[in-house]
């Protein structure tokens, strides 16, 4: 049985790590580089690198690792795959097939579009078709209004009216390999997955999905990934003040039965 999975998702913006709450707070946390380390020696499931800067200016602000006003998202991704040994899925600001191209030519395994797969819908179709589904991913934003779950794009800013269920059929059919949800309201919260959403995705989903947003203690991955529908559970703020936190995380749902592979070290030389 394929093993469900344990994914960190790292926010970059203007350059440097951040944390995020509902899309609209983002804390400075410091240097991706070594985030990317860790995560690696933990033996993570794969990791999910996403580009949130909005306005173009990007800067590490560390002379000593030699990435010093690396000026675009592609070198810093460039840099960090060097030390990334995991499947990588990176986004953010993929506008074309030749930008998806790109990223699977420097180190990505997945591309994730989100804004861009809404505003240009064929797309995801195109991309798709020349590199397979299997290397796209379509990342869904959703916050819940008067009790339905809306999409948005934009970092959470804009509408787009669809309903959650409506956009994934279509993302299904355009040929998106992979989803990877995430609620707005959950976001940076430690309070928990929205379970009610995944159990309205459930009727509709055929292709793995990722969930993300609100994890802030092992039980909650615990009945996230308990989860038939759920192939894989991510969180970003979750595993950047615990130290071993991926391998713990890992160690946890082994030792709780959960479909998870088992949990060990891989140490960088």
């Given at each position: 049985m394929k093993k469900k999975r344990v994914i960190p998702v790292l926010l970059l913006k203007n350059g440097n790590l951040v944390q995020s709450r509902?899309?609209?707070?983002?804390?400075?946390?410091?240097?991706?580089?070594?985030?990317?380390?860790?995560?690696?020696?933990?033996?993570?499931?794969?990791?999910?690198?996403?580009?949130?800067?909005?306005?173009?200016?990007?800067?590490?602000?560390?002379?000593?690792?030699n990435t010093y006003n690396q000026n675009n998202f592609k070198r810093i991704i460039?840099?960090?795959?060097?030390?990334?040994?995991?499947?990588?899925?990176?986004g953010g600001k993929i506008k074309s097939v030749?930008?998806?191209e790109t990223y699977l030519r420097i180190c990505?395994?997945?591309?994730?579009?989100?804004?861009?797969?809404?505003?240009?819908?064929?797309?995801?179709?195109?991309?798709?078709?020349?590199f397979g589904s299997q290397c796209i991913v379509s990342s869904i934003d959703v916050k819940k209004i008067n009790n339905n779950y809306h999409v948005f794009v934009d970092n959470g800013k804009t509408?787009?009216?669809y309903l959650v269920t409506e956009w994934i059929k279509q993302v299904q059919q355009l040929?998106?390999?992979?989803?990877?949800?995430?609620?707005?309201d959950q976001d940076g919260r430690a309070i928990g997955y929205d379970l009610?959403?995944?159990e309205l995705v459930e009727k509709v989903i055929e292709v793995p999905l990722v969930i993300c947003g609100g994890a802030g203690s092992n039980e909650h991955f615990k009945e996230a990934i308990s989860l038939?529908?759920?192939?894989?559970?991510?969180?970003?703020?979750?595993?950047?003040?615990?130290?071993?936190?991926?391998?713990?995380?890992?160690?946890?749902?082994?030792?709780e039965g959960l479909n998870v592979r088992k949990p060990n070290f891989f140490k960088i030389k």
């Open positions: 509902n899309f609209s707070v983002h804390q400075n946390i410091g240097n991706p580089m070594m985030s990317v380390k860790r995560f690696s020696e933990w033996n993570a499931d794969e990791l999910i690198y996403l580009d949130i800067t909005r306005d173009g200016k990007y800067d590490l602000r560390r002379d000593d690792l460039d840099t960090i795959s060097k030390n990334t040994f995991m499947p990588l899925t990176v030749k930008d998806v990505a395994d997945k591309v994730c579009i989100n804004s861009e797969g809404f505003k240009n819908k064929k797309l995801i179709k195109e991309a798709s078709y020349e509408n787009t009216e040929g998106a390999g992979e989803i990877l949800l995430n609620s707005i009610e959403l995944i038939s529908c759920v192939d894989a559970v991510a969180a970003s703020n979750f595993f950047h003040h615990k130290d071993q936190s991926v391998y713990l995380l890992h160690e946890f749902l082994y030792n």
